[in-house]
C-alpha cells in the first residue's frame, strides 16, 4: 500500500499534455454530442462511461469513425453476463479498420511496422506494403478454401509476417490463434488441437540470446498431430527449405490484390487465446471481431492516447494477449515496433536500446524486467537517448514502489509511468493508463472508461481502501463470446462467475483508493490469509525482493489438516549470495517492519530456481498443490511450465513433510 510519504504524486501531467490528450477531446465532444459531463475531470468522465454504458460505446464507435457496413440495431442487448449482447445486427471488418491508415495518400510511405531483431537492425514495413501483402494473403487464403470461422494458427515469434498472416486471416473472417516458436510441441498441440485449425504458418527457427533454434522437427510432429490441417505455410527465418508438401511465403504475398474484407457479425470470433493452463488444457478463449476492435480503440487511442505519430513497442511474443494488443495499434495509425529476440540480450539494456533506436514514444514491458534493471543498476536515461519516449507502461505483474522509483530516477522525471492490470480473459485492461491523471507510486492511476470496477468482500458489498476481490459488474464489449469447445458454456461460467452470481470475478485481490485509483495485490486464489489477515503475494515480492541477495521468490500459504497454517518462502538467490542465517533474520525483519509480522514465513527455503508460465507468470497454485501432496501431473499441466525440472523440488519437499 502508499505511504503517507508517497502521498505527494510522483508525476503530474502539465496543462498543454492535458489539454492535447485525446480523452480530454473525447470528453468535449461527448459532452456536445452525447450528454457527457463536461466539468470534473477524468472521474466524472468514467461515472458517466459506466453509469450510461450504452451511451458510452455508442460515443467510442462515432469518436473512432468505426465502420459499421451494416447498422447495428442496439449498443447493448441483453446485458446478462455471461451472454451480455453488442451492437446486434451490426456489421463489419477489423483488418479493414487496422489497415485504415494505407487509404490515406500522405500516410502510405509511412512504416505501419518497424522490426527489430538481436542485431539491432531495423526492417520497416509501410503502410501500402502492408495492405499489399495482406490483400495478396488473404485472396490465397481464400483459394486454399478458408472460410469464415476457419481457424489459422500461427507458430511464429514478434515477425511482420504474423501481423500480415493475422490480418489476412481476420479479412477473410477467419479465426486466429498463434503460440510462441519457444513452445514445445506438447504446449502447442494443447491449444491448437482444441481449435482443428485448417492452416499453419510456421517458421524454421527462430534466433534468442545469440542462438539459432531451428524447429524443423518441431513443426514436423506439429503437421502429425494436427489432422484438419489444409496447408502449411513455411517461412524461412533462419534460410532453409520448404519442406515437403509446404507452400512457401514468399508466393503467397507476392500478387499485387487489393484486399477484400469480409463483412461479419460484431460478434464473429476474431482469434482465440489460451489461458496459462497451468492445472489442465488451456482455457480457448474466444473473442470477437467488433469487441475487440472498439475496445482497443478505446484502450489505445483513449487510455494510451496513441495517434499517427506514434510509435509503440511493447516487449512481447505471439503466445502472449500483449502481443494482439500490440498489433492493435494499427488501429490508431501508430507505427507499431515488432522486437524479435532476447529481453535481455546482450545485455540487460536491450529493451532501453530498441526503445532509443525506433524512437518509441510508449514503451512496455514487465514489471519484471523493470525490476530486473534496477538490480542490475543500469541507467538507460544517462546511456540512451529516450527523449521520444512519453510514457513506460508495464504488465504482468505488478510494478512494485521501488520500480515506480527506479523508473522516475533512471529514465526521467518527466515521465509517465502506467502500470496496467487486466488479462487475457479481455485482452485489455481493467485499470491503468490515463494520460490526464497524477502518477502515485505503487498505484494504477485508475479503472478505465466503460469497466465498472469495484473491490468486494466475500458477501459482495463493495470496499473503499480495504483489500477485495476484483470484480467488474457491467460488462465489457471484449469479455469471451464463448470457450472453444464448451457448449453449454458451463465452464466460462466456472472461470469467472461462479463465486459472484452475474459479477465478473478475476480473481485478483485489489485495492481501491479514495482518490479511485488501484493497487493490485496478486492473485486472490494464492491469498496468504493469517490469523484472519489477507495479503496478496505481490506484496510479500515487492518487499523480499528489494534485499540485493534475493533474485527472485514465491511464497506459499498452506491450510493443513490439523488446522495449521505453514507459509514457507522460497528464495532463488543472487549470484554469490548465501542463504545464512543473517540473511534469514533480513528478510523476516523486512516483511515484519514493512508489510506484517503475522506474514513473517515460517520457513525460507533456497531454490535453485522459480517456475513460471510460458508467459513469464510465477506458479502459485500449482506449487501449492504439490506441497499438499498432488501428484505432479495432477498438479499442473507440463506444457504449460518453462521449466518442469523445478516442480521436483516441491514434489520432493512434500515427500519429506508427510
Not at 482465440?272 to 474466444?286: C, D, E, H, N, W
Not at 457491467?474 to 457448449?487: E, G, L
Not at 495479503?535 to 523480499?544: H, P
Amino acid at each position: 500500500m502508499t505511504s503517507a510519504a508517497d502521498e505527494a504524486p510522483l508525476w503530474q501531467p502539465g496543462p498543454d499534455r492535458i489539454a492535447a490528450a485525446a480523452v480530454t477531446r473525447f470528453q468535449s465532444w461527448a459532452a456536445e454530442h452525447h450528454g457527457a459531463p463536461a466539468e470534473g475531470g477524468y472521474a466524472s468522465l468514467h461515472r458517466w462511461s459506466v453509469d450510461e454504458l450504452d451511451t458510452f460505446w455508442k460515443a467510442v464507435a462515432e469518436w473512432f469513425d468505426v465502420r459499421f457496413s451494416t447498422p447495428y440495431e442496439q449498443v447493448i442487448g441483453d446485458r446478462t453476463m455471461p451472454g451480455a449482447t453488442w451492437f446486434a445486427g451490426a456489421t463489419l471488418n477489423y483488418a479493414e479498420h487496422a489497415l485504415r491508415a494505407a487509404e490515406d495518400p500522405l500516410r502510405a510511405d509511412a512504416p505501419a511496422l518497424l522490426h527489430v531483431d538481436e542485431s539491432h537492425t531495423q526492417a520497416p514495413t509501410s503502410w501500402s506494403e502492408l495492405r499489399r501483402q495482406v490483400g495478396s494473403l488473404a485472396a490465397e487464403l481464400r483459394a486454399l478454401g478458408v472460410t469464415p470461422g476457419d481457424r489459422v494458427s500461427g507458430y511464429l515469434p514478434n515477425i511482420p509476417q504474423a501481423v500480415v498472416a493475422f490480418l489476412a486471416t481476420a479479412s477473410v473472417g477467419g479465426v486466429w490463434t498463434s503460440c510462441a516458436p519457444d513452445f514445445g510441441a506438447r504446449s502447442v498441440l494443447d491449444r491448437f488441437q482444441q481449435v482443428e485449425p485448417v492452416v499453419l504458418f510456421t517458421v524454421d527457427g527462430y534466433r534468442y540470446g545469440g542462438k539459432e533454434h531451428h524447429r524443423a522437427d518441431t513443426v514436423a510432429e506439429l503437421r502429425r498431430e494436427l489432422p484438419t490441417l489444409r496447408a502449411v505455410v513455411h517461412i524461412p527465418l533462419l534460410g532453409t527449405e520448404a519442406p515437403e508438401g509446404a507452400l512457401d511465403w514468399a508466393a503467397l504475398v507476392a500478387a499485387d490484390t487489393e484486399p477484400v474484407f469480409e463483412q461479419v457479425a460484431f460478434d464473429h470470433p476474431l482469434w482465440v487465446l489460451y489461458s496459462s493452463g497451468t492445472t489442465g488444457l488451456p482455457k480457448a478463449i474466444v473473442q470477437s471481431q467488433g469487441g475487440i476492435l472498439v475496445e482497443h480503440l478505446k484502450q489505445l487511442g483513449l487510455h494510451c492516447d496513441l495517434g499517427p505519430e506514434d510509435r509503440f513497442f511493447w516487449y512481447t511474443s505471439t503466445g502472449w494477449m500483449m502481443w494482439n494488443f500490440l498489433v492493435s495499434g494499427l488501429l490508431t495509425g501508430a507505427t507499431v515496433v515488432l522486437y524479435d529476440g532476447s529481453p535481455g540480450y546482450p545485455d540487460v539494456s536491450a529493451q532501453w536500446r530498441v526503445a532509443e533506436q525506433t524512437g518509441a514514444t510508449l514503451y512496455g514491458t514487465s514489471a519484471a524486467y523493470v525490476m530486473a534493471c534496477r538490480k542490475a543498476d543500469i541507467h538507460p536515461g544517462r546511456d540512451f537517448d529516450l527523449s521520444r519516449v512519453q510514457c513506460v507502461a508495464t504488465t504482468g505483474s505488478p510494478l512494485p514502489p521501488d520500480g515506480f522509483r527506479w523508473l522516475h530516477d533512471e529514465v526521467a522525471d518527466d515521465l509517465w509511468i502506467a502500470s496496467v492490470s487486466g488479462g487475457t480473459d479481455v485482452c485489455s485492461c481493467f485499470a491503468g493508463a490515463v494520460p490526464t491523471l497524477p502518477v502515485h507510486i505503487g498505484e494504477l492511476q485508475a479503472a478505465s472508461l466503460g469497466v465498472d470496477l469495484h473491490s468486494w468482500d466475500p458477501a459482495g458489498e463493495p470496499l473503499t481502501g480495504e483489500v477485495g476481490e476484483l470484480v467488474v459488474t457491467q460488462p465489457m464489449p471484449s469479455m469471451p463470446v464463448r470457450f472453444w469447445n464448451d457448449p453449454d458454456g458451463s465452464r466460462y461460467h466456472d472461470s469467472y462467475f461462479d463465486v459472484y452470481p452475474g459479477v465478473w470475478r478475476h480473481g485478483d485481490w485489489i485495492t481501491i483508493t479514495e482518490r479511485g485509483a488501484v493497487v493490485i495485490h496478486g492473485r486472490s486464489d494464492s491469498t496468504l490469509n493469517r490469523q484472519g489477515v489477507r495479503m496478496g503475494s505481490a506484496d510479500i515480492y515487492e518487499a523480499v525482493e528489494r534485499l540485493p541477495e534475493i533474485r527472485e521468490s514465491l511464497v506459499i500459504g498452506l491450510e493443513e489438516p490439523n488446522g495449521g497454517y505453514w507459509m514457507p518462502l522460497f528464495v532463488h538467490l543472487a549470484e554469490g549470495a548465501t542463504l545464512d542465517d543473517a540473511l534469514r533474520d533480513s528478510i523476516k525483519r523486512t516483511i515484519r517492519e514493512n508489510l506484517s509480522p503475522r506474514h513473517v514465513p515460517d520457513e525460507v527455503i533456497e531454490v535453485p530456481g522459480i517456475p513460471h508460465t510460458l508467459t513469464g507468470k510465477r506458479i502459485e497454485v500449482p506449487v501449492k498443490r504439490l506441497l499438499q501432496g498432488t501428484a505432479l501431473e495432477k498438479a499442473v499441466n507440463p506444457g504449460s511450465i518453462d521449466n518442469l525440472e523445478l516442480l521436483h523440488f516441491y514434489e520432493k519437499l512434500a515427500r519429506e513433510r508427510r
